[in-house]
């Protein structure tokens, strides 16, 4: 039975680490296809920026008496699909890649829609949605990572916890909404 180390010899990957230094952190390890997580990566990076956009719209539009919590929820959670955005932004930079923020094409390049909603519930539920919409492909692009890219995989590991608990939070004021009524 033959014992293989879990390192390639340190002076081969010395060796490696001098090959090709302009590309920063992407070294000759690296096994997922970069532009396509690239792409990956600004499409979810264009799905923050507009739940960004429709939360701050719904913080600004949310009127009424119960709409106090619901703000707060809004306001929180535009300012962390800010943060969601940053980082995606970072990791494809990192890539090599130009994190795409252009207002043109936003909405084709997003997997949530931006649907603005009239009513706090509508608001609420439109929010929910979006959500939803953002677990589902964003589980599906940590799958498609697997162990080609961990660290774009942790990234999107972290955002997606971060939005089911968004998803749980409208969940929750929409039942408390919908109680009162």
């Known amino acids: 039975m033959s014992e293989q180390t879990f390192l390639t010899d340190i002076q081969t990957i010395r060796e490696r680490a ?4 302009e590309n920063g952190a992407v070294t000759e390890g690296y096994a997922a296809d970069r532009e396509a ?21 719904h913080y600004y539009m949310a009127d009424g008496l119960s709409s106090s919590i619901a703000k707060d929820e809004f306001l929180e959670h535009a300012q962390e699909e800010q943060q969601h955005a940053d980082q995606l932004a970072e990791r494809i930079t990192q890539l090599g890649g130009a ?14 829609e931006y649907n603005e909603g009239e009513t706090l519930e509508e608001m609420i539920k439109e929010d929910l ?3 939803r919409i953002a677990i589902d492909s ?18 999107m590991e972290d955002i997606l916890a971060q939005e089911e608990e968004h998803a749980d939070d409208m969940a929750a004021l929409l039942e408390g909404l919908q109680q009162k009524s």
């Open 99 to 112: 994190p795409n923020f252009s207002p043109e094409g936003l909405l084709s390049r997003s997997h949530s």
């Open 18 to 21: 001098r090959r090709h230094i």
């Open 129 to 131: 949605i979006a959500e």
């Open 37 to 57: 997580v690239i792409q990956i990566l600004n499409e979810a990076l264009a799905t923050e920026i507009v739940c960004v956009l429709r939360y701050k719209r």
């Open 138 to 155: 964003y589980r599906e692009i940590i799958t498609y990572l697997g162990d080609k890219d961990p660290t774009s995989r942790r990234v």
